[in-house]
Every structure is written in structure tokens, then in C-alpha cells.
């Protein structure tokens, strides 16, 4: 009965042995990494990474700030650009999981060389390793897609609508990313609490419309890993949250304590 329910709105897993590893990994790992940052084991681009272990992070190699989140986001787009050449004859849905995937991280890339303000440094081993990992991520699902071809449609059809809300949550996170970046005046480093738009509800606004386009990446796509990568990441970044809002409150006394992590008025 859960299968037959299931299938209305997924295509069913492709004989695969790739895919199907990928998928119980990419959940795993993301689910794994949002309860490592609830634990305070952040990630290595965190503006709270290494606070409490200084003596760690100065030993490995480091990279300038704003370097490294293109190489973090670069790989990913060129993924998707090619995904064009490589598969020229695919159908609507395909074209729209690319094309989504491809507008995704040209706006992260976007905004690396003309939005974010940066103020320190990464470690070059990490970068690396996520910047593989989003790689992968989008090689992975673009080739996903690719093996539903010829396959029947599932019966409930979700790639418009799930197409509509990608483009809300990828809008509204570039918003939110572009108030975060209005904090700080030219040569400015310190931190400060945002506001404007949902910052005045939750700390990590930019975090819910995040989950919200892979939601609609989801939703388009309508595979097993589109699924599990979309669930991995929304645990990791409800842990994400989860840590922002611990990290703010510990460095500023008036934060408002009615501000949530991610969702308002709820989480």
C-alpha cells in the first residue's frame, strides 16, 4: 500500500546500484553533519567554525574566504551547464531538474563574486571535500534524472508546481542573502543581527528558503534522490539553524528571545 501510494508521485528506483548507494549517502551524511552541528561540530566555512578549538584550525592550510566559496559552488554550475551537451535529447521534466540545478548554483556563484562580504578564512582540505560533495550531489541527481527516460510518468504530476516553488525559495534566499550582506559597510568585519524580512521572525530565513528550492527541485524531479537529498538537507540545515541562533545569542546580550532558528513562531 506505501509503494503503490509512493509511486503516484515517484518514479520508481532505476536498476541502479549507483544511484541507490548515493541516495542512502547522501542522506546519511547530510543528516549526520545538521546533528554535528547541533553538537558544535561546525562546518568549516561557519563564521562559528573553530571557536572553541582555535589551536586546531591554525594548523591546516587555509584559503581566502571568498576563493574558496567558488570553489565550493563553481564545480556544481559547470555540472549543470554541461548536463545540456551531454544529454541534448531528454524531455521537458529533465530540461527543468538542469535547468533548476544550473540557476541554483550560478546564483551561489553569483553572489560569492558580487553579494557576500567576507571576513576570514577556510580550510583548503574541507573546501575541497565539500566543493566534491556538491559536485557529486548534482552529477548524481542530473544522472538520475537521465535514467527515468522511458519510464511511465508517476500519476501525480508535480514538476510545474514543484518548479513555481523553486523559483519562490531561490528568489526569497537571494533577498535574505542580499539583506545579510547590507550588515556591513565597506571594511566593516564584526558581526551584527540581521533585520529586514523574515530575519524579524528567525534568525536563518535564508535557511527555510534554501530547504524551499530543493523542495521544488523535488517536487520537479520526482526521484528516490532528489528525495533523499532534499531530506538530508533540510535536517542539516535545521541543525545549521539550530547552531546560528546558539552562536548569536551567546555573542549578543539583546537578542530578541522571540526570534526562532528556522520556521516562525514554531522552530
Excluded at 572553541?52 to 571568498?66: D, G, L, M, Q, Y
Excluded at 539583506?179 to 529586514?196: D, F, I
Excluded at 517536487?219 to 538530508?232: E, K, R
Amino acid at each position: 500500500m506505501v509503494m503503490s501510494t509512493l509511486l503516484k508521485f515517484l518514479y520508481p528506483p532505476p536498476p541502479s546500484l549507483f544511484i541507490t548507494t548515493m541516495s542512502v549517502i547522501s542522506f546519511a551524511s547530510l543528516a549526520k553533519a545538521g546533528f554535528s552541528e547541533i553538537k558544535g561540530k561546525n562546518m568549516p566555512y561557519s563564521k562559528f567554525f573553530g571557536t572553541t578549538k582555535v589551536e586546531n584550525v591554525e594548523k591546516k592550510a587555509r584559503i581566502e574566504s571568498k576563493k574558496g566559496m567558488f570553489l565550493l559552488y563553481s564545480p556544481a554550475f559547470l555540472a549543470g551547464v554541461a548536463s545540456f551537451a551531454i544529454f541534448p535529447h531528454e524531455d521537458f521534466r529533465f530540461a527543468l531538474v538542469c535547468s533548476a540545478l544550473t540557476i541554483h548554483f550560478f546564483k551561489r556563484v553569483f553572489e560569492v563574486l558580487f553579494v557576500h562580504k567576507y571576513s576570514g578564512s577556510m580550510d583548503v582540505e574541507a573546501t575541497i571535500t565539500i566543493s566534491a560533495s556538491y559536485f557529486f550531489s548534482t552529477v548524481t541527481m542530473i544522472y538520475g534524472q537521465h535514467l527515468t527516460q522511458g519510464f511511465p510518468e508517476p500519476s501525480i504530476d508535480l514538476k510545474y508546481g514543484g518548479f513555481i516553488i523553486f523559483l519562490v525559495g531561490i528568489i526569497c534566499n537571494f533577498y535574505h542573502h542580499y539583506l545579510l550582506s547590507k550588515l556591513r559597510t565597506k571594511g566593516e568585519k564584526e558581526y551584527k543581527v540581521p533585520q529586514g524580512g523574515l530575519f524579524n521572525f528567525v534568525i536563518c530565513p535564508h535557511y527555510l528558503f534554501e530547504i524551499l528550492i530543493f523542495v521544488g527541485v523535488s517536487c520537479t524531479s520526482q526521484t528516490l534522490y532528489a528525495i533523499s537529498f532534499t531530506l538530508g538537507t533540510t535536517l542539516y540545515l535545521m541543525g545549521r539553524s539550530i547552531a546560528t541562533r546558539r552562536w548569536y545569542k551567546s555573542k549578543f546580550e539583546d537578542f530578541p528571545k522571540d526570534i526562532k532558528a528556522l520556521i516562525p513562531y514554531i522552530f
